[in-house]
């Protein structure tokens, strides 16, 4: 089993920057992917940045130019830094990792919430 537990969520002006980070342990296997999703209220969950084993990244159109997904494999951990925040962007993140073998694996979310 694998856990994932997110960190960094709160409340920022617009414009503002916060980062997110997702600690993962337990049976981790050797390639895998992690990825931030978000899912405000009545939408559906969407994916908003992925990082695959190689550092090959892939982000959402609305974030682009304003979130950065990086993960540090020593530490199991991911982060995704966002910066330029908009209203639009309030939304509980949530954490996932998916093995290449097999899996898929969430946190519990963490609420980020853009408002002056």
């Known amino acids: 089993q694998v856990q994932l537990v997110e960190s960094g969520g709160g409340l920022v002006q617009p414009g503002g920057s916060l980062r997110l980070s997702c600690l993962a342990s337990?049976?981790?296997?050797?390639?895998?992917?992690m990825g931030w999703y978000r899912q405000a209220p009545g939408k559906q969950r969407e994916l908003v940045a992925s990082?695959?084993?190689?550092?090959?990244?892939n982000y959402v159109d609305s974030v682009k130019g304003r979130f950065t997904i990086s993960r540090d494999n020593a530490k199991n951990t991911v982060y995704l830094q966002m910066n330029s925040l908009k209203p639009e962007d309030t939304s509980v993140y949530y954490c996932?990792?998916?093995?290449?073998?097999?899996?898929?694996?969430w946190g519990k979310g963490t609420l980020v919430t853009v408002s002056s």
């Open positions: 996932n990792l998916k093995p290449y073998s097999a899996g898929n694996y």
């Open positions: 337990g049976s981790i296997s050797s390639r895998y992917v």
């Open positions: 990082v695959d084993f190689a550092d090959r990244t």
